[in-house]
């Protein structure tokens, strides 16, 4: 339910699943919800156990992950073309900066970097998820509430400043990866504020053939649970996360948003000339219109001046 003019919304439903994706047998099943139970009662003691040698509570952390996208049967590809002097711009404290497309999303990016995440408020409450959110210490954002943006801001600047990693979602919402939403500035403030240098990464979802998938998707009414069940069983996937150039903090979040959209949208023909503001549907995926579309982008309202744009 939209409670204000700016609350972040998708088209993305059921019509974007893909229609009979490739499954696993019921035995495989079976072994893969073992391992995630295994994931999700070690990931917290793991954490725990390296909460005085921040080093190797990092790689536990990225280990019981890994374990955990095992048995959610997702395949893990990292490209990092970066040079050794742009890997050096984030390698203390950074913002990242990725679009967001499901719950996967936190366990693929811990994986690759545990970082603390800025996640829905209500996530520390789901099933078995929460758990996991509360021992990475994620920080809640309530997106209904502008009235907290400004705090969340600060909360983010003082962990970068400290030498913490950061993982933001700045479309606010998740999409099915087909379609995506413009990067809100809001959360990029805290880059600025702590001078502090951004890297955009492109996350996508592929299946057994190469092809980009929305099967992982977390969108429209399916709950966590049914969301938790029915990729459980899914064959085939694999998460790709690449590593662009970091982007300096600069003075403006506009600006800045603009500029990692056009580093994590790559693939969808954005050029560094063009400033992508708008959100992006694909005809193909959701059932609406190229009238529908535009009408709507019109009707959105221009984003408030306060901290929160």
């Known amino acids: 339910m939209r ?9 993305c439903g059921d019509g974007c ?15 893969r919800i073992v391992l995630a139970l295994a994931a999700f009662g070690l990931l917290p003691v793991l954490v725990v156990l390296g909460v005085p040698f921040p080093r190797v509570r990092r790689s536990l952390t990225r280990l019981g992950a890994r374990m955990l996208l095992l048995a959610i049967g997702i395949d893990l590809t990292v490209l990092d073309a970066r040079s050794e002097r ?47 959110a509360r021992a990475m210490k994620v920080l ?55 001078e502090t240098w951004v890297q955009p990464i492109r996350l996508r979802y592929l299946d057994r053939t190469g092809e980009q998938t ?19 069983g899914l064959r085939g996937l694999r998460a790709e996360v690449e590593f662009t150039a970091p982007e300096a903090p600069g003075s403006d979040r506009r600006d800045l948003a603009r500029r990692c959209e056009v580093a994590i949208r790559r693939d969808a023909g954005v050029e560094p000339a063009e400033r992508p503001r708008k959100d992006v549907y694909d005809p193909t995926v959701h059932q609406v219109s190229v009238h529908e579309v535009v009408a709507e982008a019109e009707r959105r309202p221009s ?3 306060v901290a929160a744009a």
């Open 17 to 31: 699943l893909p229609k009979n994706p490739p499954t696993v047998r019921r035995f495989v099943l079976v072994l």
């Open 3 to 11: 409670t204000h003019a700016w609350m972040p919304s998708s088209p």
């Open 86 to 132: 742009e890997r050096s711009r984030t390698s203390g404290g950074a913002l990242h900066v990725a679009g967001h497309i499901s719950w996967t999303d936190v366990v693929v990016l811990t994986a690759v970097r545990p970082s603390t995440f800025v996640a829905r408020a209500d996530l520390v409450d789901w099933p078995v998820l929460g758990r996991l």
């Open 214 to 232: 929305t099967a992982t998707c977390f969108v429209g009414d399916e709950t966590i649970g049914a969301s938790i069940g029915r990729i459980f």
């Open 140 to 194: 809640p954002i309530d997106r209904a509430r502008l009235h907290q943006l400004p705090g969340v801001v600060e909360q983010v600047a003082e962990r970068v400043r400290a030498g913490g990693s950061v993982v933001v979602f700045p479309e606010a919402t998740t999409w099915c990866g087909r379609a995506y939403g413009s990067l809100r500035p809001a959360l990029l403030q805290a880059a600025i504020d702590s």
């Open 303 to 305: 984003a408030p001046t």
